[in-house]
């Protein structure tokens, strides 16, 4: 590739798209391997979301049941409606949480892609990253949920994507479903927003001086208010939100608890637990994700790394997206339980910064490689691209 261009070869945007999807299928396919081994498989958590969804073709199936009631009122509309209208044609809520994840993991494996390219114009780059993303969550439960957490992957990668393109209407579109399917990104996404507003200039934070960055903020955060609304005018009727005075009390939220949510370690309290910590099941990432932490490092010896110079300004979009879920995290603790749980702001968005962090320093150092090995094989060979640089540029 001419490292003077600015837009990748199409043929070569297409194969590496190509294999990335490639990729998600199969792994998407290993899954639904395991979900249709026994017709009596449901995943864990579609015994809790789902279950109650029977009622969209027999209503009168859980009378009186407090608890498919309860789980029914807490469903987002949008992820509600979504069952509801795939169910008049036929398909059953059970077998449609089985065979969405496919779905969701093709959509974000697709703007995870776009947006890699986005920060680094090297569609193997944007491979990298998408085979990264693929390999963490189909290792978790939380995309192959189909739950509505499962959409906080596609949703907050398409905003970040449409954002490093500065497209104002398909941002708002994504954050208006965000507020249908997963409140919880809408507040990221909005903290992103104004982050924007800021510039690192001469050592110091300034405002932007372009108009269009308060016009396309104002617009994001209008909508974010109309679509969070309903949340906040909404009164439960299974009585106020518990305090977390009253938590603190109750056994269910103590280690061994039906929701464990306190310990007495502060090391897993803060960062290890799957609902208060920063940054849980961090053990099941890829070691490859680490290469992510090396980024900031790599991005300082551009005479060493060719590569970094094509490194685009998008790439700040990763720093502001981990302030603001730091930012998040310590705000949802200090409101306990108000804003739900506090790993929800931190754990999936963080997975998100790290990956594609992960996959432009490995697209870096891999470049620097095949061309110190190509200025070692081919000393004489100037300008002339081998087939594994070919590969990575």
């Known amino acids: ?7 990748p070869p199409k043929n070569q945007v297409i194969f590496w798209f190509s294999l990335s999807l490639a990729f998600a299928m199969v792994y998407s396919l290993i899954a639904l391997e395991e979900a249709f081994s026994n017709q009596y498989i449901v995943q864990d958590d579609a015994r809790q979301h789902v279950f109650w969804m029977q009622r969209f073709f027999d209503p009168s199936l859980f009378p009186d049941d407090l608890i498919a009631n309860y789980f029914q009122s807490v ?3 949008g992820y ?3 069952y509801r ?5 036929g398909i059953h809520p059970l077998l449609l949480n089985k065979l969405l994840p496919m779905v969701l993991g093709l959509i974000t494996t697709s703007y995870c892609f776009g947006l890699c390219l986005q920060m680094l114009p090297i ?6 990253a ?3 993303l693929n390999q963490t969550l189909w290792m978790l439960d939380d995309l192959v949920s189909a739950t509505p957490r499962a959409f906080i992957y596609p949703l907050l990668l398409a905003f970040l994507y449409y954002l490093s393109r500065r497209s104002l209407i398909p941002c708002l579109v994504v954050i208006t479903l965000q507020g249908l399917f997963y409140p919880q990104c809408v507040f990221l996404c909005c903290g992103v927003l104004v982050l924007k507003l800021l510039r690192w200039r001469e050592g110091k934070i300034r405002l932007s001086s372009q108009k269009n960055d308060y016009w396309f903020c ?3 955060l209008g909508v974010a208010f109309i679509v969070l609304l309903p949340y906040a005018l909404t009164t439960s009727d299974y009585g106020p939100i518990i305090s977390a005075q009253q938590a603190k009390t109750m056994p269910e939220f103590q280690p061994g608890g039906r929701v464990a949510f306190f310990d007495h370690n502060p090391w897993d309290f803060w960062l290890e637990d799957s609902r208060s910590g920063l940054f849980p099941r961090r053990k099941r990432l890829p070691i490859a994700v680490c290469a992510g932490l090396l980024l900031p490092i790599l991005l300082r010896f551009p005479s060493w790394l060719p590569l970094v110079k094509k490194v685009k300004g998008e790439t700040v979009l990763l720093t502001q997206l981990a302030l603001v879920s730091l930012g998040m995290f310590v705000m949802a603790h200090g409101v306990l339980f108000r804003l739900h749980l506090p790993s929800r702001y931190s754990k999936h968005s963080l997975r998100i910064v790290l990956v594609l962090a992960a996959a432009i320093a490995i697209t870096l150092l891999l470049d620097a490689i095949i061309q110190a090995c190509q200025r070692l094989a081919f000393p004489r060979i100037q300008g002339k691209p081998v087939l594994g640089r070919a590969i990575v540029t």
């Open 1 to 7: 590739m001419n490292p003077s261009a600015s837009n």
């Open 75 to 77: 469903a987002p509309a």
């Open 80 to 82: 509600t409606t979504l």
């Open 85 to 89: 209208l795939i169910g008049f044609v």
């Open 123 to 128: 569609p193997a780059a944007g491979f990298i």
């Open 130 to 132: 998408s085979l990264l």
């Open 218 to 220: 104002a617009a994001g």
